[in-house]
């Protein structure tokens, strides 16, 4: 196994020991990259030099010993809708495709402050629409368990750079399914945390009530490891919740004596993929057979959870993306123009692709006088009520497992034409962000060569009891996270 194939735990343990240094594994990932990325497409920028520096600066850490922060050495791919400075933040669109950020996030300065090093920044569908990787300016990416497949999205980048060796773990964001979609398409671990757990400060914005930033990576020990690093108050996000952060790596070595887990009938329904269902109930008998206790729940406003979401996701973008003006953010085009209208329609019509023109002008409708009450205090009503379904669920048993997908990954081009095909991929992770709650995807099996994710939506704040159930399907299934 190739250093870059490592997990990010399996690394730092080597790092320690001297086995390795930090050089060499981004040597490694930086041949991977080499090797692979004509093909996958995973990255926007790839940060060479930057990677290289920073390796040499923790080579010199290590090389003094003393206690080292928990990501030294570990090279991080990141999406490009966080700001790095001095560094391309794109977020795969025209409209931004010069944006340098005078700042970083908050989750890149906490990584760099952990010793994480940053090897890029990943595509991802244009402001994160989409569930696909196929709506970013700059190409599509490709799933690399099987290149004419999708890799998922709109952190189909991070996925498949972690699963194909480009980085060994990945920041994402997830607005409706955007990390563990293509966590479970491309046979990786990827958590949605509880909405106030990760600061977003540096984010750029798609749906701002939805938004939340977490990990994409090998294992579930690595996901808990990123989890420590990026998780916590920031008194910069007004959303970010002032509350402990547990040592996550701690709740790993529990078994599942007890867990009471709930299965929402709603989400076995027809349309979904029967080879999907077979599986995510194996997984299901399987962590019966290791302790749980599973029963049926009812969630049952599920069936309004796609409308209500891109209602409410597409009201907030068209506010949140009425910035790129061409004035204050966005290309501005060389033309002479009549007046600073005729430059905004313009700038906006260029520099935006089809799907967030289609979301905007959406966004718009539900939002205008005589139509918000109709869709958007209407959806905004729904979402209540699903939020109280979870809750509900939630005096009953300790965590929800469903599956991530109704589908296996399909292949590039299939859905393109028809946009309310693509909305529909997202029916199982939507409700996780219209209620707040954590929620993760691991891998439990393939169909033929192609991964199946299980979702795992707990309880807000408990991402403990998510890592818990993970591990020990992980561990005692003996599955790691990707089969290839
Ligand atoms: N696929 C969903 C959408 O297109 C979710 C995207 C996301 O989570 N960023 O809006």
Avoid: W
């Avoid at 391309?88 to 990584?111: E, F, H, M, Q």
């Avoid at 990954?409 to 529909?424: C, D, H, I, R």
Wanted: include cysteine; glycine fraction near 8%; aromatic fraction near 8%.
């Amino acid at each position: 196994m190739e250093l870059c194939d490592k997990s990010a735990y399996d690394l730092s343990r080597l790092l320690r020991k001297r086995e390795v240094s930090a050089r060499e594994i981004v040597e490694s990932v930086l041949l991977r990259i080499d090797e692979k990325e004509p093909l996958i497409h995973a990255y926007i920028t790839v940060t060479r030099d930057t990677a290289l520096a920073q390796a040499d600066r923790a080579d010199q850490l290590l090389a003094q010993g003393g206690d080292i922060a928990p990501l030294t050495g570990i090279p991080i791919a990141i999406k490009d809708l966080l700001c790095t400075r001095g560094i391309k933040t794109t977020c795969a669109s025209k409209i931004l495709a010069n944006y340098v950020p005078p700042y970083n996030a908050t989750v890149v300065d906490r990584l760099f402050q952990q010793g994480a090093i940053l090897v890029g920044k990943t595509n991802m569908d244009e402001f994160a629409m989409g569930s696909s990787t196929e709506n970013s300016a700059f190409g599509v990416t490709r799933n690399p368990v099987d290149p004419q497949r999708v890799p998922g999205g709109s952190s189909g980048g991070s996925a498949a750079g972690v699963a194909a060796g480009e980085a060994i773990a990945a920041i994402g964001s997830d607005t409706g399914g955007s990390i563990r979609q293509p966590a479970s398409f491309c046979g990786i671990v990827g958590m949605k945390p509880t909405y106030g757990r990760v600061s977003r400060y540096g984010l750029i914005a798609y749906a701002s009530s939805l938004d939340q930033v977490g990990p994409l990576c090998r294992s579930v020990e690595d996901c808990a490891l990123l989890l420590n690093a990026i998780s916590g108050h920031d008194r910069r996000d007004s959303t970010s919740v002032d509350t402990p952060c547990p040592d996550f790596l701690g709740s790993l070595d529990q078994d599942l004596n007890g867990v009471r887990i709930g299965l929402p009938k709603e989400y076995f329904v027809k349309g979904m993929d029967p080879a999907v269902k077979e599986k995510v109930m194996e997984a299901v008998s399987f962590l019966e057979r290791n302790g749980a206790h599973v029963q049926e729940i009812s969630l049952p406003h599920t069936p309004y959870a796609v409308g209500t979401y891109y209602l409410i996701a597409t009201a907030e973008a068209s506010s949140n993306l009425a910035r790129y003006d061409a004035v204050k953010y966005g290309v501005r085009p060389p033309d002479e123009f009549e007046d600073i209208i005729a430059m905004y329609q313009q700038a906006r019509s260029e520099g935006f692709g089809r799907e967030v023109q289609r979301r905007i002008m959406l966004g718009t409708y539900v939002l205008s006088a005589g139509y918000y009450d109709a869709y958007y205090v209407k959806a905004q009503k729904a979402r209540t009520l699903i939020r109280e379904d979870f809750s509900k669920a939630f005096e009953e048993v300790d965590c929800l497992v469903t599956p991530v997908s109704p589908c296996l990954p399909f292949n590039l081009g299939e859905k393109v034409a028809e946009p309310l095909q693509m909305y529909l991929v997202d029916i199982y992770t939507v409700s996780a962000n219209l209620a707040g709650v954590p929620a993760m995807s691991i891998n439990c099996g393939t169909v033929g060569n192609l991964p199946v994710g299980l979702q795992i939506i707990g309880k807000p704040f408990d991402e403990e009891m998510l890592l818990r159930v993970a591990h020990a399907y992980q561990r005692l299934s003996g599955g790691n996270a990707h089969g290839f």
